[in-house]
């Protein structure tokens, strides 16, 4: 029945303005208040969670030296090690993706970082080679579990610009926790033994339950929005720009990893000590920190392929300088920190191009660009170590570094021009 007033002398019903205005909230400001606060809360404990999980990432690299002279292992072997919890870390990445975007993302967003504490922090007890594999592959599972959902809580590409600066402070944490853990890993083992190792959990087996209940639900959103692109039209996506995308990381992916891998055997071999071997690897990570916030913000005000071109152009010779010369001297410290700074601000621009390019599907997109493309960039890293028993570390990594040129070369590729940039600004 339709609603209004009955004016008598014309017979002319008017409309009740009740039936016809929009409902305004009582307070408004009040409510976009509300929202601020709730991104604020959710940036927050993203960015604290996305800290720990990479730390402990980061555990295994400095302790390679000792693990070797425990266990009696070639560089190979070494290799392989932190090449089992790269790929457990990344390749599952976009089901992990597929599954949050279809089912939700708070439980995975949570108890990823959860069960990668609790296993990497566990590797003091394992007294064979395949007890270590067996932990940091069930570590890596957790991480694979939590980049996707963070990454798409992070850029929340629904809400349009702006997308590279939320990544970026997303990624800022991961790079931090990255940071810190080479240094937290022997400051512990030093302390305490390998067996001591397991105290590092504690952090994060207090604190998840509490970013559990600080994230939204998100049964609402899963159950208005629409089913994610089937296999087909992924696969579409990657035979086209997501393809160079997902090379571009994959590049990038391996030029890190090896360095991550080889820079605290390259160390040890020279005559450094563990702890200079783990103070390399902090000053790298740290660097990356500062350089996901550039990228993203980058990533926002000026054409992406051009500045993945520039990014991917520089990080070349910075690495190699920096494997050249070594953390031993001062210009050594400086072209670590350059080349770790180009290497992660290659990110942001990365992730937000993907998930432009299937916006029904960001945990998915970013499982591709990150998950997937950081497993085959890490398979390479079993050929450095190969080639490091043969010709020794520091060779092995030097020869590897010119890879970087495939990234720049996909960069140019004429369709990363086409897609869409939110500033008309170039490089």
Request: with cysteine.
């Given at each position: 029945?339709?609603?209004?007033?009955?004016?008598?002398?014309?017979?002319?019903?008017?409309?009740?303005?009740?039936?016809?205005?929009?409902?305004l909230?009582?307070?408004p400001?009040?409510?976009?208040r509300?929202?601020?606060?709730s991104?604020?809360?959710?940036?927050?404990?993203?960015?604290?969670?996305?800290?720990?999980n990479?730390?402990?990432a980061s555990?295994v690299?400095?302790?390679l030296?000792?693990?070797m002279?425990d266990?009696?292992l070639?560089?190979?072997?070494?290799?392989?090690?932190?090449?089992?919890?790269s790929?457990?870390?990344?390749l599952?990445?976009?089901l992990f993706?597929?599954l949050?975007?279809?089912?939700?993302?708070?439980?995975?967003?949570?108890?990823?970082?959860?069960?990668?504490?609790v296993f990497v922090?566990s590797?003091?007890f394992a007294?064979?080679?395949w007890?270590?594999?067996?932990?940091?592959?069930?570590?890596?599972?957790?991480?694979?579990?939590?980049?996707?959902p963070?990454?798409?809580y992070?850029?929340?590409?629904?809400?349009?610009?702006?997308g590279?600066?939320?990544y970026?402070?997303?990624?800022?944490?991961?790079s931090?926790?990255?940071?810190?853990?080479p240094?937290?890993?022997?400051g512990?083992?030093?302390w305490?033994g390998?067996?001591?190792?397991?105290?590092?959990?504690?952090?994060?087996v207090i604190?998840?339950?509490?970013?559990?209940?600080?994230?939204?639900?998100?049964?609402?959103?899963v159950?208005?929005?629409?089913?994610?692109?089937s296999?087909?039209?992924v696969?579409?996506?990657l035979a086209?720009?997501l393809?160079?995308?997902?090379?571009?990381?994959?590049?990038?992916?391996?030029?890190?990893?090896?360095?991550?891998?080889?820079?605290?055997i390259?160390v040890?071999?020279?005559?450094?000590s563990?702890?200079?071997?783990?103070?390399?690897l902090s000053?790298?990570?740290g660097?990356?920190?500062?350089?996901?916030?550039?990228?993203?913000?980058?990533?926002?005000?000026?054409?992406r392929?051009s500045l993945?071109?520039h990014?991917c152009?520089?990080?070349?010779p910075?690495?190699?300088?920096?494997?050249?010369?070594?953390?031993?001297?001062?210009?050594?410290?400086?072209?670590?920190?350059?080349?770790?700074?180009?290497a992660?601000a290659?990110?942001?621009?990365?992730?937000?191009?993907a998930?432009?390019?299937?916006?029904?599907?960001a945990?998915?997109?970013?499982?591709?660009?990150?998950?997937?493309?950081?497993?085959?960039?890490s398979?390479?890293?079993l050929?450095?170590?190969v080639l490091a028993?043969?010709?020794?570390?520091?060779?092995?990594t030097?020869?590897?570094?010119?890879?970087?040129l495939?990234?720049?070369l996909?960069?140019?590729?004429?369709?990363?021009?086409?897609?869409?940039?939110?500033?008309?600004a170039g490089?």
């Open positions: 029945m339709a609603r209004g007033f009955l004016n008598y002398r014309s017979g002319r019903l008017y409309p009740d303005l009740a039936s016809v205005l929009p409902v909230p009582a307070n400001s009040k409510e976009v509300s929202n601020q606060l991104s604020i809360r959710i940036a927050i404990i993203m960015s604290c969670a996305h800290g720990l990479d730390a402990y555990f690299p400095p302790l030296p000792r693990i002279d266990l009696g070639s560089i190979a072997m070494a290799a392989t090690l932190a090449v089992s919890f790929i457990a870390s990344a599952p990445q976009p993706g597929y949050a975007d279809r089912k939700g993302r708070r439980i995975l967003a949570v108890a990823g970082p959860l069960i990668s504490g922090a590797i003091g007294g064979s080679f007890m270590l594999v067996l932990l940091l592959t069930l570590g890596g599972l957790g991480s694979a579990a939590f980049h996707p963070g990454a798409s992070a850029v929340r590409i629904s809400e349009g610009k702006g590279g600066a939320r970026s402070v997303f990624s800022f944490g991961g931090v926790g990255f940071a810190v853990g240094l937290a890993a022997v512990l083992v030093q305490r390998m067996e001591g190792l397991w105290l590092a959990m504690l952090p994060v604190l998840m339950p509490i970013f559990f209940f600080g994230l939204p639900s998100g049964r609402a959103e159950a208005q929005k629409s089913a994610p692109p296999l087909r039209i696969l579409k996506h086209g720009p393809g160079l995308i997902f090379g571009i990381s994959a590049t990038m992916a391996f030029v890190q990893r090896t360095f991550l891998t080889m820079e605290p390259i040890a071999h020279s005559g450094g563990e702890t200079l071997g783990a103070v390399a000053v790298y990570l660097a990356q920190a500062f350089g996901t916030v550039a990228g993203g913000l980058l990533a926002d005000r000026v054409n392929a993945l071109v990014l152009l520089w990080a070349l910075a690495h190699l300088l920096a494997i050249w010369l070594g953390p031993q001297t001062g210009l050594g410290l400086v072209a670590t920190g350059v080349a770790g700074f180009l992660m290659t990110l942001p621009p990365i992730v937000v191009m998930q432009e390019m299937i916006p029904g599907a945990a998915v997109s970013s499982g591709i660009v990150m998950g997937l493309a950081w497993a085959t960039g398979i390479g890293v050929g450095t170590g028993d043969s010709i020794g570390p520091q060779l092995a030097l020869v590897s570094m010119p890879i970087i495939i990234a720049i996909l960069s140019l590729h004429p369709a990363l021009r086409q897609g869409r940039v939110d500033s008309a490089i």
